[in-house]
């Protein structure tokens, strides 16, 4: 066991950190937009820990990982990783000491990174507040627990092939698509994963983390609404006619706010040709007329103040209607239930809404019950959980 745990990768030298002002000023601006794009900082920051020094918590089918300290510190951090180590790592997911990296890190998206913006990235990173602070060890169940089994993940289900353009396809739709399957990882989210994590090359929705990711492709977004324009002001603003983000795609919305207009247009674009239908409208679903219920009242009492008009044909206090929330037209109620435990929080810098908990002010069976009544009211072209 002990021969089989040693590291099947060769280890790279530390090496000094990149002299202060080394790169240019174009080259720190663009590597802060790819990480900024990747959403580096929400993954490698825990709750209410130091931002960038890691430990936040990644909790798998097969055990808890903790994302790195990617700040510029020496002993705990990148601060003597060379950029060959750091595109490695990015690139195969090999650490600079030869270990391998759970594809918890998203190295399968990563790998499409160019060259320019790869070592852009690395000398953004370089210019970070060091934090010294190490990374609780992985807790993974075997035999995923000795990382040279990983090697046989990678030769299965890692293609680390550069990006490619599509010749037939415009400049813009391109840009969109290596923005999408590069560095956004879009795919990490919105793609269901096979028996051995690995996903698969649709992006038709997945749970997460409690949390629903809707489908970005097929049929199922066009009957959303989701259009090159919807999108665009989906991803700029973090809302449109079609949905407003929450819970972890608030989060992201807020870090493309660093990005400049051509690529949130660009990954507008190539998004909306994924439905098929460029210009689809949203599908109006009309609710359903329930029977005065207990749940019903429990809707009354604490939903209906922020979702339904005060008078007919006025705005709400929700920006989106219930019936648009892809917590409600997700396959299962537990993104719901996130929703009402967790409340949802407005990141800075969108002009979003915050949403109240609900932890602890309903028993587990009025929960149960009103996530039943919010699906047959609001989504009755679905079937009932």
């Known amino acids: 066991m002990g021969t089989i745990a040693l590291p099947l990768n060769r280890s790279i030298a530390p090496s000094a950190a990149p002299a202060s002002g080394i790169f240019s000023k174009e080259t720190l601006e ?210 449109s006619e079609a949905a407003t983000a929450s819970g972890p795609m608030a989060e992201v919305a807020a870090s493309l706010t660093a990005l400049p207009d051509g690529d949130i247009r660009a990954m507008a674009t190539y998004l909306a040709s994924l439905s098929g239908i460029d210009t689809a409208p949203a599908v109006s679903v009309p609710e359903a007329r329930l029977a005065p219920s207990r749940a019903s009242r429990i809707y009354e009492s604490a939903c209906a103040v922020c979702h339904e008009p005060a008078l007919a044909g006025t705005v709400t206090a929700a920006l989106a209607p219930i019936s648009r929330s892809a917590a409600l037209r997700a396959p299962l109620p537990d993104a719901l239930f996130s929703v009402l435990d967790e409340g949802l929080k407005a990141p800075d810098g969108l002009d979003l809404r915050d949403m109240p908990s609900f932890n602890g002010e309903f028993t587990d069976t009025e929960r149960e019950a009103l996530a039943s009544y919010l699906r047959q009211r609001f989504a009755p072209d679905l079937p009932p959980w």
Request: aromatic share 10%; hydrophobic share 35%; net charge neutral.
């Open 30 to 239: 663009r590597g802060r937009q790819v990480f900024a794009l990747g959403n580096c900082a929400t993954c490698h920051t825990a709750d209410g820990g130091l931002p960038n020094a890691g430990g936040r918590p990644m909790v798998t089918p097969f055990g808890t990982v903790y994302s790195t300290n990617i700040t510029p510190e020496p002993e705990t951090g990148l601060g003597r990783w060379s950029f060959e180590a750091f595109e490695r790592a990015m690139r195969h997911g090999i650490s600079r000491d030869g270990h391998n990296l759970y594809p918890a890190f998203p190295y399968t998206s990563f790998a499409r990174i160019n060259s320019e913006d790869m070592l852009s990235l690395y000398a953004y990173i370089q210019t970070l507040t060091p934090v010294r602070q190490e990374t609780p060890p992985s807790r993974m169940i075997a035999p995923t627990n000795l990382r040279p089994a990983l090697a046989a993940w990678n030769w299965l289900y890692h293609d680390a092939a550069p990006f490619t353009p599509d010749p037939v396809r415009s400049e813009t739709w391109n840009r969109g698509k290596y923005l999408v399957e590069a560095a956004g990882h879009c795919s990490a989210c919105h793609a269901p994963r096979n028996i051995a994590g690995a996903e698969l090359p649709e992006l038709t929705g997945a749970m997460i983390k409690g949390w629903y990711a809707p489908a970005l492709a097929g049929p199922l977004a066009a009957a959303r609404g989701w259009n090159e324009d919807t999108l665009f002001s989906y991803l700029r603003r973090g809302h």
